[in-house]
T-cell receptor, first 114, second 112 residues
Framework: DAGVIQSPRHEVTEMGQEVTLRCKPI?????LFWYRQTMMRGLELLIY????????DSGMPEDRFSAKMPNASFSTLKIQPSEPRDSAVYFC????????????FGPGTRLTVT | DAKTTQPPSMDCAEGRAANLPCNHS???????VYWYRQIHSQGPQYIIH???NNETNEMASLIITEDRKSSTLILPHATLRDTAVYYC?????????????FGKGTHLIIQP
């Protein structure tokens, strides 16, 4: 299995630009999670989907952040407009609804907003 | 509102057993203990989980006290590649899985 795939692995953009992060979960998994990690705040859960439906987006910091999951094999996290404080590593993760909480994380996207 | 308490850092000599403690005194009857680790610049990785019995797999052993208020993750023969941040998490079992909440974890440093 290829594991959770994220793209791009690194993104450098200027303040005010739109940023789109992409994720392909493990085939057969029906829960998908977006996390953000910074030195100051650690790992934060932003939003998660079950069966492609957003269940809890209370962790999304602002309206500038949005996430979609149009099908079981693809999700996006969009930041528009981006700000320097959005600089972080963004992780996508997936798991099976039926199993225990064995969550599989992707390699992350390191976002730098200048 | 952290549900677990872990020491911020620990050292262990290479080849020795690394014992990582975790306190979870408010754990509920339906909550499991999960351990994950995060090696530098990588995503977190599942290690092991348990409910009330001790568990062992190819990566580690998990010892849960009888009252379930604390647990210890044991890496039997630590190597330099085990240097990572280790997270202890308590959460209900699956079924409408919601996200795991990560605390600050324990930064384990394996010394050569």
């Amino acid at each position: 299995d290829a594991g959770v795939i994220q793209s791009p692995r690194h993104e450098v953009t200027e303040m005010g630009q739109e940023v789109t992060l992409r994720c392909k979960p493990i085939s057969g998994h029906n829960s998908l999670f977006w996390y953000r990690q910074t030195m100051m705040r650690g790992l934060e859960l932003l939003i998660y989907f079950n069966n492609n439906v957003p269940i809890d987006d209370s962790g999304m910091p602002e309206d500038r952040f949005s996430a979609k999951m149009p099908n079981a094999s693809f999700s996006t996290l969009k930041i528009q407009p981006s700000e320097p404080r959005d600089s972080a590593v963004y992780f996508c993760a997936s798991s099976s609804l039926l199993g225990l909480r064995k969550v599989y994380f992707g390699p992350g996207t390191r976002l730098t907003v200048t | 509102d952290a549900k677990t308490t872990q020491p911020p850092s620990m050292d262990c000599a290479e080849g020795r057993a690394a014992n990582l403690p975790c306190n979870h005194s408010t754990i509920s009857g339906n909550e499991y203990v999960y351990w994950y680790r995060q090696i530098h610049s990588q995503g977190p990785q599942y290690i092991i989980h348990g409910l009330k019995n001790n568990e062992t797999n190819e990566m580690a052993s998990l010892i849960i006290t009888e009252d379930r208020k604390s647990s210890t993750l044991i890496l039997p023969h630590a190597t330099l590649r085990d240097t990572a941040v280790y997270y202890c998490i308590v959460a209900p079992s699956g079924g409408g899985a919601d996200g795991l909440t990560f605390g600050k974890g324990t930064h384990l440093i394996i010394q050569p």
